[in-house]
Structures are given as C-alpha cells and as structure tokens.
C-alpha cells in the first residue's frame, strides 16, 4: 500500500488517503492544509482520476476559503474527480438534528458544489454522518461528492455509511461497479 498524509491542526483535522499501487497509479499530488488531491490512473482505465481527501475546519471564514481552493484546482485539473471527507456543513435543514442550521452556510456550500459541478449518490445505513460523544445532536456532514463523469461511469456506485465504532463520525464506503461486473 502506499499513502500520503496531511497532518491535523490540534486535536481537528488530518487527513490519509491509502491506495494499492497495483490498481490506482499516482501520478501527482497536491496538499494544503485542509485537502488533499490524489490524482492518477486506475488500472485499466485511461481516464485521469482526481481524489480529493477533505478536512474543512468548523470556522466560517476558512471553510469558504477551502471551498474556493477546491473550486480553482477542480476547474484546472482534466479527468474525472471524487471529493470526499468532513466538509463540516450540511446541505439542508434536514441534514441536521437537534443543533441549529445555519441558512447561509448551508446557501454558500451548495453554491460551491453547483460551481464545482459536482453531484451527491443517495447514502444509504444512516441519515446523519456525526453525532456528538453524548447523543444530543447529528448532522450530516461527510459527503461524497463527485463530477459527472465519474457519476455517469458509475451511475449504480452504492454510497453506504457504515456503523460508527472508534469515532464520532460514520466511515463512509463508495463501491463502484462497472456495467460489466454487475
């Protein structure tokens, strides 16, 4: 295996991303503080995949910050793109229980993802992806975004949340499956 890491800010943040070099070909990498980009090519496929591993930060301020930095190597980069990880806000109203919503955040992130041209799959295992060590409160924050193209190559891809054991949050488990191994 090989992997690629950008350390946590204090105890938040922090992101690994972990890959068989037999089946996922690195060709370059980019880092900042709160992402990561893995870009290369999954055997077998010449298409050029871009893997974004996201930690945004809970600040307003720095979250849209991390948002535009993303917008500008998405509109740069060629191939097809997955963003993934803690984006630290929800989409909707719904997305969260029992902690306040905050339209304008919420307004901001959808705009990013509409100009980023990036679409969600129907997770499925949970409603909400982080919940508070006591229960008091859940939200879904971890997301799953990808281009169109990736959606179109794999438009049955099964976005699962899987049980939260060790952390707060739910692991999130993307299978994709071509048309030929259905």
């Not at 010449?46 to 509109?75: A, C, F, H, M, S």
Request: charge should be negative; include cysteine; charged fraction near 25%.
């Amino acid at each position: 295996m090989e992997s690629e890491v950008v350390d946590a800010q204090g105890r938040s943040g922090g992101v690994v991303t972990i890959w068989d070099p037999q089946i996922f070909k690195r060709v370059e990498s980019i880092k900042a503080e709160y992402f990561m980009v893995i870009s290369g090519f999954i055997e077998g496929m010449g298409e050029k995949i871009n893997l974004v591993n996201v930690y945004v930060p809970n600040d307003t301020t720095k979250k849209r910050n991390v948002w535009t930095d993303l917008l500008r190597i998405r509109n740069y980069g060629e191939g097809i793109w997955l963003m993934a990880g803690d984006y630290n806000e929800v989409r909707m109203e719904e997305d969260r229980m029992l902690s306040k919503f905050d339209a304008n955040s919420a307004t901001a992130f959808n705009k990013f993802i509409v100009e980023a041209g990036l679409l969600e799959y129907q997770m499925m295992g949970s409603r909400f992806t982080f919940m508070t060590e006591n229960g008091s409160s859940m939200s879904k924050i971890d997301r799953v975004l990808v281009c169109d193209g990736f959606m179109n190559k794999w438009p049955c891809a099964k976005l699962e949340a899987l049980p939260r054991l060790l952390s707060d949050h739910n692991p999130l488990l993307l299978t994709c499956l071509s048309s030929w191994d259905r």
